[in-house]
């Protein structure tokens, strides 16, 4: 019999690089699977805490070469360990899962945009800008307003400002180095904005979840419908057919979420892409057969993918979010469980700072307006 160095899948072990709520989330299914999790935090008390073997910095190649040495497939939290440590890991054998040549596109926008072009996937109208002039030649050929954008290291809306003028974007434009650019893009008239999920092993497998409705407020994701009410079966299949063509496209592994826009002539159009489990994806951890955080572990560790089928015909999410308010998180938890124990609660163990999400509430049933009105319920005990 030929050797397989390969482990069997009961002592494989995971690293997660961010000790944030994500990694959190994918303790309890690594120990359903038996997998060994472990997590490389940035620091002590992380919401992923409890699975944490390692403390340091993700960009100190030495901090994360020690931490990769002891697992067999190194995944991640967020999207920011540099391209370098994450290259020199790939140079030295380790498992990366996405690894860098697909990560990269979900660290810059730019970059992301030029690949998706290459691609031929529909997106807004963009360009780099470099300076006012060549941001205002953008301007004037948009009906004179635009979306200004830093490529890398933006989250929850930072680093997105609408713009009419270039002097709106004066402080991005004189902080860029040399060989740097913003990103410019058509102010998309949204009717509404969707995301699809994607998981991928590095042997191939692909499985897709249906197609959900998000609502952010103030740049934050308040609200996730699964699946997204009135989609027609081809606004579905066209919103599926994006996700695999990306996830294939980009050599993706693991969790892949696309953001989409759906504009009033029912166009699709791809935002951005998150490689690892997503806010708009949470509900799928209690309505879907396969959560999210359980998919990203099996098409990590190259394991057979999940069924993605949802559980009822309808789920929603709700974020928690650390607010001013008075009275301690555990007392809302615990009144929010007591009144409405068809919600299942799930909690990042954060202080609660305001706007902070420390928290969501997902909800599952028959009838839409059902769902929405219980999850929305149990989610007011935390204004
Ligand atoms: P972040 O990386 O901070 O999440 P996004 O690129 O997702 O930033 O943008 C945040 C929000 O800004 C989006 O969810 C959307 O509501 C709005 N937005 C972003 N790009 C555009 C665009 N081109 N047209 C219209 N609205 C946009």
Known sequence: MVETKRRHHMALRVGVIGGGQLARMMIAPAVELGLDIRVLAEGEGM?????????????????????????????????????????????????????????????????????????????????????????????????????????????????????????????????????????????????????????????????????????????VCAEVIAPAPHAVERLTEVAEEIGVRIAEGLGVTGMLAVELFQTDDDRILVNELAMRPHNSGHWSQDGAVTGQFEQHLRAVADLPLGSTAPRSPWSVMINILGGPSEGSLGDRFESAMAAYPEAKIHTYGKDPRPGRKVGHVNVSGEELDDVVYTARAAASHFD
């Open 47 to 219: 919401s992923a805490g409890l699975a944490a073997t390692a403390v340091g910095d993700y960009r100190d190649l030495d901090v994360v070469r020690a931490f990769a040495r002891d697992v067999d497939v190194v995944t991640f939290d967020h999207e920011h360990v540099p391209q370098d440590v994450l290259r020199a890991l790939v140079a030295e054998g380790v498992a990366v899962h996405p690894g860098p040549d697909a990560l990269r596109f979900a660290q810059d926008k730019l970059d992301m945009r030029a690949r998706l072009a290459e691609l031929g996937i529909p997106q807004p109208d963009w360009a780099p800008v470099r300076s006012a002039r060549e941001l205002q030649d953008f301007l004037d050929a948009h009906d004179g307003r635009g979306v200004v954008k830093t490529p890398r290291g933006g989250y929850d809306g930072k680093g997105v400002r609408v713009v009419g003028d270039p002097g709106e974007a004066a402080d991005w434009l004189d902080g860029l180095a040399d060989g740097e650019a913003l990103l410019v893009e058509e102010l998309v008239p949204f009717v509404r904005e969707l995301a699809q999920q994607v998981a991928r092993r590095p042997s191939g497998q692909v499985a897709s979840y249906p197609v959900v409705e998000t609502v952010q407020r103030d740049g």
